[in-house]
């Protein structure tokens, strides 16, 4: 297969099937910033001073010389400060989804669905012989936070609509709702505290709890880790 001066691939006429598995990882990210570029309308030149404006400069030259792929190697610093200065985040040069139908996920794989390789990048999708499982854990603690929140603030609201209800029909209602979410805020604090309990067990900190769920930790637990996000 031949990629032409297109936004995905080097510039130059490129056997892409020869290219060297790096390479092949240069080119998507070198494509996926010279698509970006030209979508936001700069030139390398844009880019190169919007780079120095973060505190990591990238020259010019540098940047065209990535696109046109006359360049060795990309830092994974410089694939930060390019997504930060492109305004996308950094797996998305990497794996730009919806951009570039297939990647190469490691050397001598076939090529496969960007976005089956980005969901096992960023630990979605878990190799068979993963074993981090402190990744898996925070994965299941950032669920279980966002359903306690959830049910928390459902409580707060019927409890608001008990003491304000018109007349006994609605006071009940509102009593019978608040017991429902009553029970669901204590499920989802106890599958929350117990995801943390098991980072805490595999030599981990858990992340900072909002304050709504301050009473998950137990009292005696290090107060750097509960605090507002």
Known sequence: MTQHDSDHGYEKDTEVDDLEWEDHVMATVAGEVRRRRKELGWSAQDVADR????????????????ESGRRASLPL????????????????LIYPVGYAAQVRQLP?????????????????????????YMLDHFLAH?????????????????????????????????????????????????????????IREAG????????????????DTDTTEVNDS
């Open 108 to 132: 001598y794989e076939d090529p496969r669905p960007t976005w089956d390789a980005l969901q096992w990048f960023t630990g979605s999708s878990a190799a068979d012989d993963a074993t981090d």
């Open 142 to 198: 950032d669920l279980e936070l966002r359903s306690a929140l959830a049910a928390v603030e459902s409580e707060d609201y019927e409890r608001w609509k008990v003491k304000t209800a018109a007349n006994r029909v609605q006071r009940e209602a509102a009593e019978r709702a608040l017991a429902r979410y009553t029970d669901q805020a204590a499920n989802a604090k106890h599958e929350l505290r117990r995801h943390r309990d098991a």
């Open 77 to 92: 610093v410089e694939v930060m400060v390019l997504a930060k200065t492109l305004r996308m985040s950094p797996i998305s």
């Open 204 to 219: 981990g900190t858990p992340p900072h709890l909002p304050s709504p769920l301050a009473d998950v930790d137990p009292p």
């Open 51 to 66: 780079c120095e404006e973060i505190g990591y400069p990238i020259p010019r030259n540098v940047i065209a010389n990535m």
